[in-house]
């Protein structure tokens, strides 16, 4: 798994420009919404742009310390929910301080588990924080098919 899958896998789900009033996001594309890029034209974001920002700001954010298999998921959790969500449940799933920080002591604690363990409790985490959401009703069964696809390619990585 590199970033060139990762992002073919979440372009796939993410897809093009939408404007929901539901959305806390507000404008997205491609996954980049307004509220975490408010100097971005949201509009006029081009895929490359937006490949560029989920290379700086949510692949390369955990390094090279976690498995491929799992930061695939925290990548694709951080897109939907925010990279530091996605750290704090991460955190929560391998059991250490939640922090949002990802350093030695939550490496290490990864590198001591099977990767699946890690996904799997890493993607009920996901559901858990997901279903506690005001607007699970509206959009839950989407997120639930997106933890169903991410358990899919979990099969699939390790």
């Known amino acids: 798994m590199n970033f060139d899958t990762a992002f073919e896998r979440l372009i796939g789900i993410e897809g093009g420009y939408v404007?929901?009033?539901?959305d806390p996001g507000g404008e997205t594309k491609?996954?980049?919404s307004k509220r975490s890029y408010p100097g971005v034209d949201i509009k006029a974001l081009t895929r490359d742009d937006a490949k560029?920002?989920?290379?700086?700001?949510?692949?390369?954010?955990?390094?090279?310390?976690v498995p491929p298999a799992v930061k695939f998921?925290?990548?694709?959790?951080?897109?939907?929910s925010g990279i530091q969500t996605a750290i704090r449940k991460l955190q929560t799933a391998i059991g250490v301080a939640d922090d949002g920080h990802w350093g030695p002591i939550s490496a290490a604690k990864c590198a001591s588990m099977s990767v699946t363990d890690v996904i799997a409790l890493f993607v009920a985490?996901?559901?858990d924080y997901w279903r506690r959401l005001t607007n699970w009703p509206k959009y839950g069964n989407g997120w639930a098919g997106r933890a169903a696809t991410d358990l899919r390619y979990m099969a699939a990585d390790t």
């Open 19 to 22: 404007n929901d009033p539901d």
């Open 30 to 32: 491609f996954g980049i």
């Open 125 to 127: 985490e996901r559901l």
């Open 52 to 65: 560029a920002i989920y290379l700086r700001d949510f692949w390369d954010v955990l390094g090279d310390s």
């Open 73 to 80: 998921q925290a990548f694709d959790f951080g897109v939907n």
